[in-house]
């Protein structure tokens, strides 16, 4: 079965701070995205990844930067933390061209203060 | 309007009922997952579809691309049901070619 972890499953940061969410796939899968989850909502997508070496902007990458050093690490950066971050947020992996089903990790739950 | 839609919001069911949530989408889609998201805030994936019906224990998803809908039926419905649904259909390219989230209908199932 499709595996999907992510790290650290909570974190409170400082405003202005820098924060690291990773992502880790033991799928094989070429793709890899980001999304964030807010109270009373789905989840929106903020970047995802082709492949390693690959980032491209989701609906809404403001604030947010990624990177996908290898097949199965995909992190999501939050070089200056604000309040507005605070969310829970997911990552998935996915193969095929697109339209395949896509694999989700636990979530993190961020907190900026 | 929103690109997916879905209905009702909310719902409540007493244990034993059965009942069904509904995902229409402004444009046609590829496919689409369907999620409950537990208690816990885990999201578990319910059924995937490309096309046609699928089944599994007490649940029932039906997709229909050209009627631009999808359904998640849900029979003899347990306390264990309680979550919020998710639909999520996969756009037929460009700017659509990614996972659309609806918001979701809140399942409270009483006994």
């Known amino acids: 079965e499709a595996a999907v972890t992510q790290s650290p499953r909570n974190k409170v940061a400082v405003t202005g701070g820098k924060v690291t969410l990773s992502c880790n796939q033991t799928?094989?899968?070429?793709?890899m995205y980001w999304y964030r989850q807010d109270t009373g909502h789905g989840l929106r997508l903020i970047h995802y990844s082709y492949g390693a070496g690959s980032t491209e902007k989701g609906d809404i990458p403001d604030g947010y930067k990624a990177s996908r050093p290898s097949q199965e690490n995909f992190s999501l950066i939050l070089e200056l933390a604000t309040p507005s971050q605070t969310s829970v947020y997911f990552c998935a992996s996915g193969d095929g061209l697109g339209g395949r089903e896509q694999y989700f990790g636990p979530g993190t739950r961020l907190t900026v203060l | 309007g929103m690109p997916v839609e879905q209905n009702p919001p909310a719902l409540s069911l007493y244990e034993g009922a059965d009942s069904g949530l509904r995902c229409n989408f402004s444009?046609?889609?590829?496919?689409v997952q369907w999620f409950q998201q537990n208690h816990r805030g885990r999201l578990i994936t319910l059924f995937y579809l490309a096309q046609g019906t699928k089944e599994n224990g007490r649940l029932k998803s039906t997709f229909n691309s050209k009627e631009r809908y999808s359904t998640l039926h849900i029979k003899d419905a347990q306390l264990e049901d309680s979550g919020t649904y998710f639909c999520a259909p996969w756009g037929s390219g460009g700017s659509n070619a990614k996972l659309t989230f609806g918001k979701g209908t809140k399942l409270s199932v009483k006994s």
């Open positions: 799928n094989n899968h070429n793709n």
């Open positions: 444009t046609t889609m590829k496919s």
